[in-house]
């Protein structure tokens, strides 16, 4: 999944989050990026309390993948608590949903045709 985590970066920008900044791309992005990353890949989305506000991430075949933890200055204390798509969405909104949508999946196209 290491080429996710490629994709992403490559991906995220302020059209997917307000917060985004190139210091820092994941920042703001954990929403979206779970909703996006079940789209591909299924799972369950999780989330975690970290300061005043939900962080949300992924599980897949049982393997926890959080993509966006970089943005934290300070470890996470995962609690990994079931959520769902309607929280998640919470964290984002349409336009910034479909825009990672679909950079996320032309660049996965994109590499797809190169290999």
Known sequence: MEHVKYILKQSWSR?????WTEECPSCGQCGVTALVIQDHFGGTIFKTRVDESWHFYNSINGVVY?????????????????????EAFLDTN????????????????????ET
Do not use: V
């Open 15 to 19: 059209h997917s989050s307000s917060k």
């Open 94 to 113: 349409e336009e910034q949903y479909q825009h990672l949508r679909e950079a996320f999946s032309r660049h996965m196209n994109s590499i797809s045709e």
């Open 66 to 86: 959080d993509f966006t933890s970089e943005q934290f200055q300070a470890p996470i204390e995962y609690q990994h608590i079931p959520s769902s798509r309607e």
